[in-house]
């Protein structure tokens, strides 16, 4: 898969609602519940970290809900790369981007939400054919002052917001020009997972898939 073709696909994941929900699982038993919740809220595109041993069962479970994009998050290795295409996952994010994953992504056949943070790694990407990018961290990294300000010299590239993004300033970040959606956790919190609080959660969703953009 080439890097302008990866682009293509995120930028069509990016536009399926204005949150991607990432999340954290510690249980993969959760996975299929969590994400009939988010999509009947309105979420359908799904990031799942590598962060947990539960992460790959997650996502293979998420897989097979209906109507829902699965991804892998926090994508470090070629390892992780096979290991979540194998599980299903329809596309992958990492929260920076290197030669040997994004090298692994393309031979895979993974659409990769690469992560920048600063000009020059945005520069980089592009360069190699990335248009579709993950700012990441964003609040720590400036917030949607400093992603603004990449519109005017970066025109080409679309970014997905993500650390420290809120239902409280994803506003500031979706009316921003170069921004598809913003990734963030606060539509499935911990503590509703695990009371298996579908119903709370799809009220988030819907919360978060009302936002404008």
Known sequence: ????HASELTARTCQLAPVVPVLVLDDASKAEGLARALIAGGLPALEVTLRTPAALEAIAEMAKVDGGVVGAGTLLTAEDVEKAKEAG???GV????TKRLLEACEANDLPLLPGAATASEAMALLERGYKT???FP???AGGAKALGSFASPLPQIRFCPTG???LKNAPDYLALPNTL???GSWVAPKDMIAAEDWAGIEALAAEAAALSR
């Open 133 to 135: 990018m993950k700012f």
């Open 164 to 166: 420290g993004v809120s």
């Open 89 to 91: 996952a329809s596309f």
């Open 138 to 140: 964003a609040e720590a």
């Open 1 to 4: 898969m080439t890097p302008e």
């Open 94 to 97: 990492s929260p920076g981007a």
């Open 181 to 183: 959606c913003v990734g």
